[in-house]
């Protein structure tokens, strides 16, 4: 590892329009890993089309990028210059009704998956339900296999009830990966702090986002505004328990939103965090546009008073700990 890298930046979910610009620009902003979102709504089949996609960006683009399988790829990733990409599901719908396909798409690389996805899954409930009935019979043995092969649950877009059931059944640690605290936004799909502390007591991790809905002014949020509430958080529940999740969707069309918001399952148009005046993807905050400006995170850390050793951790350390303790087989 290059000495004078201290500890690695990691940006726990993103769902950008992949191209050698975004690449490029991980690299520009020192980038040793990305958690990339592969599949919303998409069957299984669907899933694998997109990996063989990100599997021609591999080929294409060797010096940038390449396939992340385990915490010792960001290390590799540190060492070379290059950034590793981890694979995530926002939708157990890939898995469909099979639970054997949970151990097949971890053997293709899928590291994260996400109970539901703002609606009622067959695992769990979303988050934009008005009923949250908890984790389902399927919901129960699904975790248990995930938990078996090495597949980080995620509950970022899940509702109060099925998102603590989740911390209490899994045997390992669960991810957060894009959220932030409902006391500070109360925006639907940020979360409460009785399930935050839930979260940190059973040794999870929360990866704060940079999406504009989720953030106090929205696209007017400031460094300084956002870094207070990070030295909150870390005040909270624990500074070992915070990352970066910025939920970064850059050069994205606004009909990628409409996919993520109705997929097939809505014959009406259902505008999520938006609104029939704003349908599209806001914009982002003037100190967060790419990958190229993560770097600003730092130096508002640093105002707001964290220590390098902090500063280290909520920047992709502390989310090297839980990677390399969550991608293999139960111990």
């Not at 997109?50 to 990733?77: K, Q, T, V």
């Not at 290059?82 to 097949?104: C, H, K, W, Y």
Request: proline fraction near 5%; aromatic fraction near 10%; glycine fraction near 10%.
């Amino acid at each position: 590892m290059d000495a004078k890298i201290a500890s690695p930046l990691v940006d726990c979910l993103q769902y950008a329009n992949w191209s050698p610009r975004v690449f490029s620009q991980m690299r520009a902003g020192g980038v040793h890993a990305v958690h990339a979102t592969i599949a919303y709504h998409e069957s299984f089949r669907e899933t694998v089309a997109n990996i063989i996609a990100w599997n021609r960006h591999f080929e294409r683009h060797p010096d940038l990028i390449f396939p992340g399988r385990s915490g010792s790829d960001i290390e590799r990733a540190m060492r070379e210059g290059r950034t590793a990409i981890f694979f995530g599901l926002q939708n157990p719908s890939p898995i469909e009704d099979d639970i054997g396909l949970i151990e097949v798409c971890h053997t293709l690389g899928v590291r994260f998956m996400q109970l539901s996805y703002n609606n009622q899954s067959l695992l769990a409930t979303g988050c934009y339900e008005g009923e949250d009935p908890g984790i389902t019979r399927f919901g129960r043995q699904a975790i248990a296999e995930m938990n078996r092969v090495g597949m980080v649950i995620d509950m970022s877009h899940s509702a109060e009830r099925s998102t603590l059931e989740a911390i209490e059944i899994s045997t390992r640690p669960i991810a957060i990966t894009h959220a932030n605290p409902h006391w500070w936004h109360p925006a639907l799909r940020n979360k409460s702090d009785t399930v935050l502390k839930a979260l940190a007591r059973s040794g999870g991790m929360l990866g704060l986002s940079l999406y504009p809905h989720h953030l106090k002014d929205g696209s007017n949020c400031t460094l300084e505004g956002f870094c207070a509430m990070v030295a909150e958080t870390a005040a909270r529940y624990g500074v070992e328990h915070v990352g970066i999740g910025s939920d970064l969707c850059q050069d994205q069309p606004d009909s990628v939103v409409t996919w993520m918001r109705n997929g097939r399952w809505s014959k009406v148009m259902d505008f999520g965090e938006g609104s029939a005046a704003a349908a599209g993807f806001p914009r982002q905050p003037a100190w967060f546009t790419s990958n190229a400006d993560l770097g600003n995170l730092r130096d508002g850390l640093h105002r707001a008073g964290f220590s390098e050793a902090e500063m280290g951790g909520i920047m992709g350390g502390n989310w090297l700990r839980f990677y390399n303790a969550s991608f293999g087989p139960m111990p």
